[in-house]
C-alpha cells in the first residue's frame, strides 16, 4: 500500500501548460479516480505519476520516497490501458508474465503466477491462448492481471472501460471495486465519465485546464462542489450568478433568497454562485407568500421513466428539476408555478 | 523489496544532467548508431553521385579515358540529334506506357482490394515476381512469346488468324508490351495503399443513390483518387525511364532510349564524360518531376 | 449487374496476361531437341538437369546468391538503425539519411549504375565482388527503409508504454516488443532485396560485368550465343523461386500489410 504524494507538479509541452501546480495528497489503499474531461490534462498527470512523461518541475512521491526523476520502468507500477495494449506477439500467460520475464524469474514460476492472476481475474482456463482469440472483456482482465503480476505500489488505470459496452462495462466497475478492495492496492482511474467516477472511487480528483478543481469523496464533490467548473461537470445542476452576504441572503437578478452561510463568507459580501441541483428543486402549484420561492413556467415535462424532469423558466433562467414519476404533479406545460429553493442550496465564491 | 531499495537510492541519485565535461563534438548514442548506416549512404551512394556530377564537366580523352577539367562539352553534344530523338522517344515511350499503365491499374487495384485476402495474396505475389524479376528474364520471356517457333502467332496460326507464324520482334510495338508488363506491377503496387485505404462508403452512398457500380468508379472514386492517380503517373513514368534492356532485347537501335544510350556510351564508346552527363540529366528530369508531384499532393493535402 | 462479371473478366484476363510470359517460358523449357517451341515438342526436364549439374550455370547461381545475400544483410544493416531512431526519436539526421535511401529507386537505375562505376574505378575497386555487393547493398535499402517503417508504424505506442511500465528499459523495448512485432516485416524486405539483388542486371553490369559473372549477366551473355531451353529453364526456375519466397513470406507474415494495405480486418 503506497500514498501518493504530488507537490507544486508542472508540466509544460513547449509554450503550453498541460499540468499547472498540481499539489495532491492522496491515502493509500483508495480507488481514486482523475475526472476530467478530455484534454483537460487528466491523462498527462496520470502519465507523470506513472514516469512515461517527467514533470518540468515539482515533486512526486510514493510513501515518501521521491520518485520525481525515475522512468517509469524503475517505478512499480502496474498500468492499464484503454487499447489493453497487450502484446500480440505472446500468448495470455506470457503476457501476464512479461514484467516477471524481464526480471529474469524461471519460466515455470511465471507460469504459476500468471495462472494465480487468471484466478484472481475469474479466467483460469485461457492461459495458452492468444490474445486475439479472446473477446473485449477477457482482454481487459488479462491487461488488469498483467498491470497486478508485479505487485505494483499503484495501480493505474487510464480509460480502462470505455472500450467496453455499455452492460459489461457496469460490470466491470463493479469487479473491478471488489477486486481492489481485496488487494488494498492504492489504485487511480483515469476518467472522463463522471458517472463511473462518482460509482467507482472513493475519491474524486476532478481536474480542469491543468488544474486540481477539487478532490473529495463524491458525495462530497456532489454536495459541495468547490467551483462552477465542478458543479456543471458533475451532475446536473442549476447555477444563479449573484451576490451572497455573510447574513445568509443571495441575491441575483430574480430576486433575493434566504440561504445557509457558508464558511468562506464570513466577512463582506461577495459574488457568488448558488448551485440548486435538480432533486433540491420543488416545484408546486403557485402559491404566494412562500418563503425562497421564485415563479416560472413550465416550459417542458420529460418522463425518462424512473423520474420526470420539469423545466421551469423564470425571468431569465431556465431551471431544470426532478420528481419522482407516478406522482400526480398538479400541473402542466405553460402553468405558472413556484419554485421552492431550499436554504441548503451550496453557495460558492464565484 | 528489491523495487523498493532502487526507489529508496533513486532519491539520493543526481538527476543525469548534461554535464559541461562532455565534449561537444561528440555524438550521443543515437546518432552514433546512425554512423555506420550514414557512411555507407553518403560515402557510397551520395559521393558516387557528387562524382558523377564532377565527372559529367571533365575532358574525355580521346582514348577512352577522362581528365579533370570543367568544360560544357558533354552537355553541348545533348543538341546531337540522336541525343534529341533518343530524348524524344523516351519521353513519349514512357508517357504512353506510365497512361496505359496507371488507366488499367486504378480499377484493377480497386477491384482487387476489395476482394478477399485469400484472393489478394496470390495477385499480390505474381505482382512482386515480374517487379522483382528484372529485365533479364522478363524481355528473355518476351523474346520467346514473340518469336516465330513458341510465340503467339503461333496460336493465330491455329485459329486460322494467320497464315503463317511470324517473329513480333524486333520492333517498337514489342518495346511496348514488354513495358507494359513490367510497369503494371509497379503502378499497382504504388496505388494499392492508398485505394486500400480508400473509404467504401463513398461508393456505396452512390449506388444507394442509383449510381451503377461502374458509373459509380469514374463518378465517386476515380475524383476522389485524383491525386495519387497523378502521382502514380509520375513515378510509372520515371519508373519506366530506367528501362534499359527492353529496348536493347526486343527494339533495334532505332528504337533506342535514353538509358541504353547512357549504358552504350559508358560501356562500348568509353565515353563516360558524356555518358554522366546524360545521366545527370535523367535524373534532374526524374528528382524534378518526383519533388514537384510530391509538392503539389502535398499542398492538396492540406487543403482538405 | 452487368459489372457481376465484368470485373472477374477484367482482373482474370490481366492476371492471365501477366503470366503469359511464364507460361510460355515454361512450355519452352520442356522441349526435347535444343529448339524453342510451343507448346513443346515431347517432353524432357534434361534442361533443368542441366541448370542444376552443368558448372556452366551452377557457378553464375552460385554467384548471384552469394552477392544476393550479403547485399540483402548489407541492405537490412543500413536501413534498421535508420528507421528505428527516425520511429523512436525523430532524429534529424535519421530523416535525411531515411530521404536520402529513397533517392534510388525514384532515379533510373542506369544513373545509379553509372554512379557506381565512375566511383568504384576511382576508388581502385572496379570489377571487384565486394564492389559489387557493396553497390548492390546500398541500392536496394529503400525496400527495408520503406518496409520496415511500415512495420514500426503498426506498433501502438501504448504497448511500449505497457512495456515501460512493467519495467522494460529503452533495450529492453527494443528486444521484446519492437523486434519480435517487426520481424515479419525484415523478412518480407529481405526477401525482396534478396529477389531483386539476385535478379538484377545493370548494376552488376557496369560495376563488375567483365569479372564476377551473375546469373542475369550469364543469361543476357548467352542470349548472344543463341537460345537454348535450358535459359527457359534457368530463368523458370528464378520465377519459381521468388513465387516460392514471397508465398513463404505470405505465409509466416501479412504481405498485404508489407506492401502498404492498411485496411486491416483480423
Redesign the interface.
Known sequence: MTNLHLEGVWKRFGAFEAIRNVNLDLPSGKMITFLGPSGSGKSTLFRLV???EQASEGTIR?DG???T???????????V???Y?????LNVWENIG??L???KVPKTQRRARAIELLELIKLPDIADRGI?QLSGGQRQRVAIA??L??KP?LF?LDEPLSALDAKLREHMQNELCELQRKLGVTTIVVTHDQREAMTMSDIVVVIDRGAVQQVGSPLDIYRRPATRFVADFIGTSNLLEGTGSPEGKFEFSGGTLKIATPDWLKRDESPAVLCVRPEQLQVMQKADGMPNSLDGQVTLIRDLGAELEVFVRSGDTEFISKEASGVELGFSVGDTVSLQIPETAHLMAA | METQSELQHASTLSLPEISSAKRWWWPDAKTTILIPPGIALIGLFLVPFLIMGAVSFYYRVPDGFYVPDFRLDNYLLFFDPIFLTALARSLILCATISVVCVSLAVPFTYIVSRMRRSAQVPIVILLLCILTLSEVILGFSWTILLSRTAGVSNLLVHLGMMDRAVALYPSAFAIVLAMLHFCFPFAVLTIYPPISRFDKSLPEAAATLGATPIWAFFSVVVPALRPTIISALVLVFVFALGAYLFPQMLGRPEDWTLSVLITDQAIYKSNIPFAAAMSVFLCIICLGLIAGITKLTKAKGTQG | MKSSYLTPLFVGSIVLLLSLPFIIVAGVSFNEKKRLHFPPRGFSLDWFGDVVTKSEWLQPIGTSLVVALLATAISIMIALPVCLMLWRHGIFFAKALFGLGMVPFMLPPVTSALGFLIFWSEVGAYGSFWALILSHGVFLVTIPLIMISLGLETIEKELLDAASSLGASEFDLFRTVVMPLITPFIFGSAAFCFVLSLNEYIIAFMVAGFTVETLPIKIVNSLRYGYSPAMAAVSLLSVLSAAILFAAVARFGDLLKMVGSLDQSD
Do not use: C, E
Request: no cysteine; proline share 3%; aromatic share 10%.
Open positions: 506513472s514516469g512515461l510514493f520516497i521521491d520518485v526523476g525515475l522512468a517509469a520502468h524503475k517505478r512499480n507500477v502496474g498500468m490501458f484503454q487499447s495494449a497487450l502484446f500480440p506477439h512479461y514484467g520475464a524481464l526480471r486475439t498483467r498491470a503480476a508485479m505500489q493505474l
